[in-house]
Each structure stands twice: as C-alpha cells, then as structure tokens.
C-alpha cells in the first residue's frame, strides 16, 4: 500500500514562510513525478508546482518567484517551500504523486491527506 503524508501547514502572517514536505511511503518501484495542488474553500483544486524524476520543476503563474519545489535525497520525499505568503495563499495542499508499485505495470496517481496553511493579513 502506498502512503502520501504532508506535514508542515500552520498559520503564519502576510509575508511570512512556510515549508511543506510530503513523504511518500510503501512499495514503490518509481515515481514518475510528485505535485503539489491546493484547494481554497469554495474554490476548484489547483496545481501549485510539480517536479520530474529528472528534476524539471514548473509551477503556476500565482506562486512563481515565491515558491520553490525539490527533492529530498531519497526522492521520496518533496517540499515546497513558499514564501512572501499572502492571504490568498491560504489553503488546504495536496501532495499528490505519479508512482508506480512494485509488481505493477503502469503509474497510478496517489493523494496525501491535504496540510492546512492559513495566511493572516
């Protein structure tokens, strides 16, 4: 079974920092890529960033410049660090990875639980 587990949400105020990780666990052969997508209350989800296996990294017009996606050394792991946070920014982020189990022969898409992060003004 594979797990997704985001941890690092909080309150901080306008301007402030914050550093998401998210850790992928279980039988996993490959990952594909790993994303991260937010959802506002009354709002559609939305793709914040992702990154590659290969390490090619994007992110949405709303973020670039303030948040930054990476690998932890073990490749299981990603973070998101976000900075000059704004009230919009508050959310709840997803951790969501492109992986492939051991003993599978596609990629499935997996979802972690969802890290609340709340921006003061």
């Known amino acids: 079974q594979v797990q997704l587990v985001e941890s690092g949400g909080g309150l901080v105020q306008t301007g402030g920092s914050l550093r998401l990780s998210c850790a992928a666990s279980?039988?996993?052969?490959?990952?594909?890529?790993m994303r991260w997508f937010r959802q506002a209350p009354g709002k559609q989800r939305e793709l914040v960033a992702a990154?590659?296996?290969?390490?090619?990294?994007d992110s949405a017009d709303s973020v670039k410049g303030r948040f930054t996606i990476s690998r932890g050394n073990a490749k299981n792991t990603v973070y998101l660090q976000m900075n000059s946070l704004k009230p919009e920014d508050t959310a709840v982020y997803y951790c969501?990875?492109?992986?492939?189990?051991?003993?599978?022969?596609?990629?499935?898409?997996?979802w972690g639980q969802g890290t609340q992060v709340t921006v003061s003004s």
């Open positions: 969501y990875g492109d992986l492939q189990q051991i003993g599978d022969y596609t990629f499935r898409g997996y």
């Open positions: 279980g039988r996993i052969s490959s990952i594909a890529a």
């Open positions: 990154i590659t296996s290969g390490g090619s990294t």
